[in-house]
């Protein structure tokens, strides 16, 4: 089920079952000769996409242009960056939205800079946006003081439940720390190059590989559909676990 494919019945079920909303977070990011610029937002998406076969979930359109960075390549390579700032402020209106219209279970899913679920600039704007939509939207539909209200009397209670508020939005990433250590996590090489190649395959073409040479690019010599394969399965099992 996708957001922008559905009727407002479907929302309506979507919203009465706490149905999750899941976004894909990416980037446009130079990933070597070999990669293609939407490598980081097509692992997400082609992992929900296999995961929506498995769960009921709805799937958000992705936001492909963020705080990408420039620590890859310099502004010349292709990547697009948009500035944390600019990126809060808009994640912000969207989130808001989403409140506004009652869901109350969305996921945002991310496979950049996430190396054992690190905090880095483009994750954090997401965090921060999430939780001052959720505080702008409590504060907009209960009043200032809401949470010093007998009516949150059980806040602590239902901290980390479907009745927390600060659970409504949740920032995860693709793989877990379990699964990168289960089976590899590095930019553009063995085992990027090997999810993506599972995912999109038409996403890598291996034969490049010589025509720039850069230090992180070199193992994706050693990529495979196989390990891809695998890397997807247990990326999987996490997310069906975590995405409730």
């Known amino acids: 089920m996708e957001y922008n494919m559905i009727f407002p019945r479907e929302l309506d079920k979507v919203k009465e079952n706490r149905t999750p909303t899941v976004i894909c977070g990416g980037t446009v990011e130079y990933h070597g000769p070999h990669c293609s610029y939407g490598c980081d937002t097509l692992v997400a998406e082609g992992l929900i996409k296999k995961l929506a076969e498995k769960k009921e979930i709805m799937i958000a359109p992705s936001i492909y242009y963020s705080p990408?960075?420039?620590?890859?390549?310099?502004?010349?390579?292709?990547?697009?960056?948009?500035?944390?700032?600019?990126?809060?402020?808009?994640?912000?209106?969207?989130?808001?939205?989403?409140?506004?219209?009652?869901?109350?279970n969305i996921y945002?899913?991310?496979h950049h800079q996430f190396?054992?679920?690190?905090?880095m600039p483009m994750t954090l704007s997401y965090?921060?946006?999430?939780?001052?939509?959720?505080?702008?939207?409590l504060e907009k539909t209960q009043g200032r003081g809401w949470w010093g209200s007998e009516s949150y009397a059980d806040y602590y209670a239902n901290l980390g439940?479907?009745?927390?508020?600060?659970?409504?939005?949740?920032?995860?990433?693709?793989?877990?720390t379990e699964?990168?250590?289960?089976?590899?996590?590095?930019h553009a090489g063995k085992y990027e190059c090997s999810i993506l190649m599972a995912l999109y395959p038409e996403a890598v073409d291996l034969d490049r590989l010589g025509e720039r040479e850069h230090w992180f690019t070199k193992s994706a010599t050693e990529a495979s559909v196989e390990l891809g394969n695998e890397m997807v399965e247990k990326s999987l099992e996490y997310l069906k676990d975590r995405i409730v």
């Open 161 to 176: 439940g479907g009745d927390d508020p600060f659970s409504w939005i949740k920032v995860i990433p693709t793989m877990s």
């Open 115 to 119: 190396e054992q679920e690190s905090l």
């Open 179 to 186: 699964v990168q250590n289960a089976t590899g996590y590095d």
């Open 68 to 104: 990408s960075s420039y620590a890859v390549a310099d502004e010349t390579s292709g990547t697009v960056h948009i500035e944390e700032d600019v990126f809060e402020a808009y994640l912000f209106g969207i989130f808001m939205n989403m409140l506004d219209a009652g869901l109350r």
């Open 127 to 137: 965090m921060k946006a999430a939780k001052r939509a959720t505080m702008r939207y």
């Open 108 to 110: 945002v899913v991310i």
